[in-house]
């Protein structure tokens, strides 16, 4: 569990807007939206929306004043694509999570981020291991080589990094093939996949004769 000092920011700050742009305008639970890597003369990885257009992102930082680094004990809700239409046109991947508290959140990044490839590699390798809802660590982490430092996730379980070597393998292929729209298929596949397992819903049949037989802030409970 993570202690948190909020006392930076004004008990009245919302993040409905931001949610509600994200999520596509329906309605949703979700009590803040955290992008990833959001400075990137910053060493923290995750950052709360602010609200109100203009405002800058919000490191996420312990009360000890370290930088978030981990999601922890939090199960799965829902994974979904966001198609912004702006002028970067750039393709998000939205996670949805629960706290074991019940606070839920959402992680948003870009869909081909080295960030977003690791982690819907690791959701992918607890689906095929038979349970994408038990509950996991989300680690996030800057790489230290290169003027960009891009940021990289890891779902673990128990210590254990999940990963999905076969996507692994299509994605490095692709990638070092210069392949930008397979790459892109690739992980568009995976969260469609991701997103049926957890939306599985009753289906109503019809038949013609009847049948005889879901600056710093960080909630308390991540």
Known sequence: ???????????????????????????????MTIGIGLNKDSDAVYFRYADEAGEQPIAL???????LSTLGNV???DVGLYE????YNTLK??????????????VTAGLTTFWSMSVIGGLMAMLLGGDVTC?????????????IKPC??????????????????????????GNKKRVEEIMRDAVQVLHAALNV????????????????????DF
């Not at 930082?61 to 930088?67: F, Y």
């Not at 989300?138 to 080589?145: C, E, S």
């Open 1 to 31: 569990m993570t202690i948190v000092s909020t006392s930076a920011l004004s008990p009245t700050v919302s993040t409905t807007s931001i949610v509600s742009e994200f999520a596509g305008g329906q309605s949703s639970n979700v009590a």
């Open 61 to 67: 930082l312990t009360a000890t004043g370290r930088h």
């Open 75 to 77: 199960t799965l809700v």
């Open 84 to 87: 912004p239409g702006d002028e």
């Open 93 to 106: 991947v939205n996670i949805t999570l629960q706290s074991s508290a019940g606070t839920q959140v959402m």
């Open 135 to 147: 509950p996991f660590n989300l680690d996030t982490w800057k790489g230290n080589k290169g003027k």
């Open 152 to 177: 990289f996730g890891a779902v673990k379980i128990c210590g254990t990094a999940m990963r999905n070597d076969e996507m692994y393998t299509s994605l490095t292929d692709a990638r070092s093939d």
């Open 201 to 220: 819903n009753a289906v109503d049949v019809a038949v013609d004769e009847p049948l005889t037989s879901g600056q710093e802030e960080v909630l308390a």
